[in-house]
């Protein structure tokens, strides 16, 4: 009888070891390392996931970056990896408004993009930085308006000039102050720019309410209403003291400052689901310089657990 219950014990521990060898088997072969392929576009750099992937995050470069630029200065690429997200990067920039038929074009384009490789579009984020928040903005809500297209699930800016009235105020500010010259170089041709295209907003503020994202002065949002039920993130900085001590700009000045009055604007307007994030000391450049308009103000982790949410 002893016998028996040892051998009957030796083939329960071999059963049980063949069932765990089986097990640790079955797992490590379904277990499939994510890997990403490169694709190099003239127009766009697509890192796009092995496996079908759980979302796909467009971005838009500021004036005037290029996909290597955001690359470079929005380091979400290994993240977006580990949790299988595909990211396209365009080569679209210095733009602060959109025409009807940039708009058409830029649609057919992403379309296309998506198409040919052949990216999901169930679950579609766009972001941008600075100049390319207004665009991810203007883009993503003539898109949401089209029939069979993409319709972005959310879309995010960070510290972008919604209000084209307000930047020409400040440009000319700028001018007054003569801060420094690359300051009034850049105030100069905003000023040359957008009054050539809109003239003065004193004398014809709709002209610029039918191309800006926001129009505080009137608190005009006709550009982007279809957002309505889209979810939006609206990232800045507001370091003032930072603001003040390199270029004397005041609160009323900065592009965060209007960025949270398009924010009470859409709660106003009870636009489904809208985020004011104001960051503190997290704007840096690449090279190390302290700045808030930077990418880097943008909390990688939370941002992709927002898009996978």
Known sequence: MLYIKQFLALLVIASITMTCKNKERKKQE??????????IDEDYELHKSSQNANAVLVLFGGFPETAKDIKREFKILESAKDHNISVLYMNYSRKIWLEQNELSQLSEQLQHIFKANTLPSDNVYIGGFSSGGNVTLLLSDFMTNLPSTIIPKGVFIVDSPVDLVALYNTAQK??????????????????????????????????YEKYAVFTSKTNNINTIKNLKHTKVRLYTEPDTLWWNENTMAKYEDLNAFYIKKLSETLQT??????????????????????????????DIQDLIDWMLK
Request: proline share 3%; glycine share 6%; charged share 25%.
């Open 269 to 298: 307007l009870q636009f489904k689901d809208v985020a004011y994030i104001a960051t503190k000391d997290k704007g840096y450049r690449s090279n190390g310089d302290r700045h808030p308009h930077s990418w880097a103000i943008v």
């Open 174 to 207: 700028n001018v007054e102050r003569h801060f420094s010259d690359s300051a009034v170089e850049e105030s100069t041709w905003l000023l040359e720019t957008l009054g050539t295209k809109f003239g003065n907003p004193n004398d014809s503020i709709s002209s």
């Open 30 to 39: 379904c277990v499939t390392e994510t890997t990403v392929k490169d694709i």
